[in-house]
């Protein structure tokens, strides 16, 4: 399902209108009619409902305008209140304003903050609010009667229903302006907006509804729009057939260089999730002095042991091993649970620079990388997993920079290094250095436990194997880690959910796919 930014509706929109030659007024009232629809449905069980619709002066205000008088053609009363003066209502909205008038429908315009107290005292008594005081034409931190009101609706025990986004919600980053409207449910038109996605938006919108207003596909065609929910459906498309003649060779050889003393965990969990995930082959390589710890955790992962330095971390030496390794795998993961040193560093860009198969880098050996331009300079595909504090230190932007507009960061940053990279936390952005962004919205914060990442980094690398492009793989693999942790909470909680629970449950993430 494709996502937009406030102005690429804003442009879909004006393409309809201006060059279709569907009239805005049309576009309206088709947004009012679903938002009908919504209202009729909460209300269904309420015998002689009281509704409250809040009007702002723009085009979301004309969409509630809409339902008002749809509302009270069925016979549900309504009261409507402007945020602002009827002198300041144009365009559609102006033109649904005087029908309102015609029909004598009382506008209640709420100028001060004594206006606030009297809506304050009649939102007691209703059972729902219709929220359309702002939609993606928001500009900027909310000026005006604007908090106030939206702190009243959110402090009523109404139901809310909002109009095309909650109000004071950024449609692009998801961020509140200072506040925003807390609903219960919100139909929004066309496609959905990426801050209805992304968190904290995701907090606000309640239950989501997409509601068609006639912009016509082909509009939504020519835009070419580059961001994408990842949906089920997409997650089967992009799922590996499986060659029922295939040997394990068919299904890809994986290597995966991971672990230190005190983390052979990490490199059990990486190793073990990538031939999990289907690859057909999966060596895992270590510190040598690791290798019999591993060969005891693990039965069907091969393992390699690496020359190592006095701290059990691997040494330079590693490298020619390392070398031929990669001459004889179809993808390399590198990274979990190596620790940080300088020779970790010098062991990493030699892979970037040499090593001419997929390469997935996560943990410390994306800690470690002082030199972008070598990923820059790959001919092969690189796919990047970093948490916001690792996308902080490889951007050099601060993490809350990088959570208040993940999708624009990962995308710029994704296109600058010409990587495939995967921001992770709530709302996991998958961006492509073609310029390509996917949202995942499954997952639960039982999933932020240690060895968790180590998991989607061997998902992504068994994807590899099996034949997926990078991108690919990191669509597809985000969506089966957070499936995975999902469908695992049948039996654990979010408190409990451990790392090694989603390598055992991936086998009913792939299961949900293939049925
Ligand atoms: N023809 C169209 O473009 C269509 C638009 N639609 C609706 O129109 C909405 C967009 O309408 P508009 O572009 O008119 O914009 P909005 O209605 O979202 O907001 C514009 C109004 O908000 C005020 N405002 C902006 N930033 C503010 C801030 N920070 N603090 C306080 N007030 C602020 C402005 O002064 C203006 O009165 C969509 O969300 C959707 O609901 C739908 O009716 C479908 C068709
Ligand atoms: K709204």
């Given at each position: 399902?494709?996502?937009?930014?406030?102005?690429?509706?804003?442009?879909?929109?004006?393409?309809?209108?201006?060059?279709?030659?569907?009239?805005?007024?049309?576009?309206?009232?088709?947004?009012?009619?679903?938002?009908?629809?919504?209202?009729?449905?909460?209300?269904?069980?309420?015998?002689?409902?009281?509704?409250?619709?809040?009007?702002?002066?723009?085009?979301?205000?004309?969409?509630?305008?809409?339902?008002?008088?749809?509302?009270?053609?069925?016979?549900?009363?309504?009261?409507?209140?402007?945020?602002?003066?009827?002198?300041?209502?144009?365009?559609?909205?102006?033109?649904?304003?005087?029908?309102?008038?015609?029909?004598?429908?009382?506008?209640?315009?709420?100028?001060?903050?004594?206006?606030?107290?009297?809506?304050?005292?009649?939102?007691?008594?209703?059972?729902?609010?219709?929220?359309?005081?702002?939609?993606?034409?928001?500009?900027?931190?909310?000026?005006?009667?604007?908090?106030?009101?939206?702190?009243?609706?959110?402090?009523?025990?109404?139901?809310?229903?909002?109009?095309?986004?909650?109000?004071?919600?950024?449609?692009?980053?998801?961020?509140?302006?200072?506040?925003?409207?807390?609903?219960?449910?919100?139909?929004?038109?066309?496609?959905?907006?990426?801050?209805?996605?992304?968190?904290?938006?995701?907090?606000?919108?309640?239950?989501?509804?997409?509601?068609?207003?006639?912009?016509?596909?082909?509009?939504?065609?020519?835009?070419?729009?580059?961001?994408?929910?990842?949906?089920?459906?997409?997650?089967?498309?992009?799922?590996?057939?499986?060659?029922?003649?295939?040997?394990?060779?068919?299904?890809?050889?994986?290597?995966?260089?991971?672990?230190?003393?005190?983390?052979?965990?990490?490199?059990?969990?990486?190793?073990?999730?990538?031939?999990?995930?289907?690859?057909?082959?999966?060596?895992?390589?270590?510190?040598?002095?690791?290798?019999?710890?591993?060969?005891?955790?693990?039965?069907?992962?091969?393992?390699?042991?690496?020359?190592?330095?006095?701290?059990?971390?691997?040494?330079?030496?590693?490298?020619?091993?390392?070398?031929?390794?990669?001459?004889?795998?179809?993808?390399?993961?590198?990274?979990?649970?190596?620790?940080?040193?300088?020779?970790?560093?010098?062991?990493?860009?030699?892979?970037?620079?040499?090593?001419?198969?997929?390469?997935?880098?996560?943990?410390?050996?994306?800690?470690?990388?002082?030199?972008?331009?070598?990923?820059?300079?790959?001919?092969?595909?690189?796919?990047?997993?970093?948490?916001?504090?690792?996308?902080?230190?490889?951007?050099?932007?601060?993490?809350?920079?990088?959570?208040?507009?993940?999708v624009q960061v990962t995308l710029q940053?994704a296109q600058?290094?010409?990587?495939?990279?995967?921001?992770?936390?709530?709302?996991?952005?998958?961006a492509?250095?073609?310029g390509?962004v996917?949202?995942?919205?499954?997952?639960?914060?039982?999933?932020?436990?240690?060895?968790?990442?180590?998991?989607?980094?061997?998902?992504?690398?068994?994807?590899?194997?099996?034949?997926?492009?990078?991108?690919?793989?990191?669509?597809?693999?985000?969506?089966?880690?957070?499936?995975?942790?999902?469908?695992?909470?049948?039996?654990?909680?979010?408190?409990?959910?451990?790392?090694?629970?989603?390598?055992?449950?991936?086998?009913?993430?792939?299961?949900?796919?293939?049925?």
């Open positions: 399902m494709r996502l937009v930014t406030a102005s690429e509706m804003q442009e879909l929109d004006r393409i309809t209108i201006e060059e279709v030659g569907i009239p805005g007024v049309v576009l309206m009232e088709n947004a009012g009619q679903a938002v009908t629809d919504a209202a009729v449905d909460i209300l269904s069980n309420i015998s002689d409902p009281q509704v409250i619709v809040v009007a702002g002066k723009g085009n979301n205000g004309g969409d509630g305008f809409v339902v008002a008088r749809l509302l009270s053609n069925i016979g549900i009363k309504v009261k409507v209140y402007l945020l602002g003066d009827v002198q300041d209502v144009s365009g559609d909205a102006k033109i649904n304003l005087s029908v309102l008038h015609k029909l004598d429908f009382k506008i209640v315009e709420l100028k001060n903050k004594s206006d606030l107290k009297r809506f304050n005292k009649k939102c007691k008594n209703v059972d729902l609010i219709i929220d359309g005081v702002l939609g993606t034409g928001i500009e900027g931190e909310l000026r005006g009667l604007a908090p106030d009101l939206i702190s009243i609706i959110n402090n009523s025990t109404s139901q809310v229903l909002a109009i095309d986004i909650p109000s004071g919600l950024n449609a692009d980053t998801g961020q509140a302006h200072g506040i925003a409207v807390k609903a219960d449910r919100t139909v929004t038109f066309a496609l959905p907006k990426l801050g209805l996605l992304l968190y904290p938006g995701r907090n606000y919108v309640g239950e989501l509804e997409v509601a068609d207003i006639s912009i016509p596909e082909e509009v939504i065609e020519s835009e070419h729009i580059n961001k994408e929910l990842i949906t089920p459906n997409l997650a089967q498309q992009l799922l590996p057939r499986r060659n029922c003649f295939g040997h394990k060779g068919t299904f890809g050889h994986a290597v995966v260089i991971a672990g230190s003393k005190g983390m052979t965990g990490a490199a059990k969990l990486s190793g073990l999730a990538t031939l999990k995930s289907g690859a057909g082959i999966v060596t895992l390589g270590m510190p040598e002095s690791l290798n019999s710890i591993l060969e005891t955790k693990l039965t069907e992962v091969m393992t390699v042991p690496l020359t190592e330095n006095r701290e059990c971390c691997l040494s330079l030496n590693s490298l020619t091993k390392i070398m031929e390794l990669s001459k004889a795998a179809d993808v390399m993961a590198v990274g979990p649970g190596l620790s940080q040193s300088e020779e970790i560093s010098y062991i990493i860009h030699d892979m970037l620079n040499k090593i001419e198969i997929p390469l997935v880098i996560d943990a410390d050996g994306l800690n470690v990388i002082e030199d972008l331009g070598i990923l820059t300079n790959r001919s092969k595909p690189t796919v990047l997993t970093p948490h916001p504090g690792e996308m902080a230190r490889l951007t050099g932007k601060s993490i809350d920079e990088i959570q208040a507009n993940r940053t600058d290094l010409n990587v495939t990279l995967v921001l992770k936390g709530a709302a996991t952005v998958v492509t250095a073609k390509r996917y949202i995942n919205s499954n997952g639960n914060s039982g999933m932020a436990t240690a060895g968790s990442g180590d998991v989607l980094t061997g998902i992504i690398t068994g994807l590899i194997a099996q034949g997926l492009s990078a991108d690919q793989a990191a669509t597809l693999g985000v969506f089966l880690h957070g499936l995975t942790g999902d469908l695992k909470l049948e039996e654990e909680t979010t408190y409990t959910l451990l790392a090694g629970d989603l390598i055992k449950g991936l086998s009913n993430a792939f299961k949900y796919l293939e049925e």
